[in-house]
């Protein structure tokens, strides 16, 4: 099941049945199906906070994915920084709506193990959302 929520921010407008397709199919190309994956959209301060507390960074992102998956199961906690993806997006140029698909994906991709550490394991994770979001 996938659930969508939001902490001390307004929850962004989603088409959450097409979303839930969409990452369902993405799952699926990667041999997963979907368990519980929970989005969690906060401020940049509550993300710096879950970025602390649990993963001893000290500083501002996107998102954090928290990983439960069994092998053939996609579970885990996505945390998504609301105010990162806006400035993201106006960085980039590109809508807001389509930076936040992007990091919700790229949230997904973590869960199938797909890392983003080195300069290589990073290019074959924007390949893979650049993938995903052509599926859209």
Sequence with gaps: MLR?????????????????????????????????????????????????????HDYYTDVITFDYSTPSTLNGDIFISIDTVRSNATAVGVPFEEELRRIMIHGVLHLTGQGDKTPETKAEMTAKEEHALSLW
């Design 4 to 56: 969508f929520t939001a902490e001390d921010i307004e929850m962004p407008a989603l088409d959450e049945r097409m979303i839930s397709r969409w990452i369902r199919a993405v799952a699926a190309d990667y041999g997963f199906s979907v368990g519980n994956v929970n989005y969690i959209f906060c401020n940049d301060e509550r993300e710096l906070e879950v970025n602390r507390q649990f993963l001893g």
